[in-house]
Structure formats: structure tokens, C-alpha cells
């Protein structure tokens, strides 16, 4: 689904770039992906995948 209709941007995009980059604040992954960048219209959706997908990234802590 896209999240960003302005740029064109899927929820897997921003997922994938939550995962190898592990941005912990809405605007570190502004500077990893174009979003919110025209009507600002996905930056709660974007937010809400963010909080979802860091929960399921594991604690440095917990993986050694």
C-alpha cells in the first residue's frame, strides 16, 4: 500500500529502510526516504510503521 502518494513511496519501502537502517525518530527516516516532503499527509501513517516496526527489531542486548 502506498503511504506516500505524493513520492510514490509503499509501506515495504519504508519497512525495508526501518530494517537496514534502523532510524529510532520520524526525522531520520525523513532523511533516508522522501517522505512528508510535499503535503505531509503520510507522516502519521510513516510514524505508526516506524513504532510497529522497531518493536519487532531486537535489542543489541537481546541478540548477544
Known amino acids: 500500500m502506498y ?4 513520492n510514490a513511496i509503499s509501506d515495504k519501502v519504508i519497512r525495508k529502510v526501518i ?3 534502523h532510524p529510532h525518530t520520524i526525522q531520520q527516516l525523513r532523511q533516508l526516504v522522501p517522505i512528508g516532503t510535499d503535503c505531509g499527509k503520510c507522516i502519521r501513517q510513516a510514524r ?10 531486537p535489542e543489541m542486548n537481546d541478540v548477544a
Not at 3 to 6: A, P
Open 19 to 21: 530494517r537496514q537502517h
Open 48 to 57: 505508526e510503521i516506524l513504532i510497529e516496526e522497531r518493536s519487532n527489531i
Open 3 to 6: 503511504v506516500c502518494l505524493c
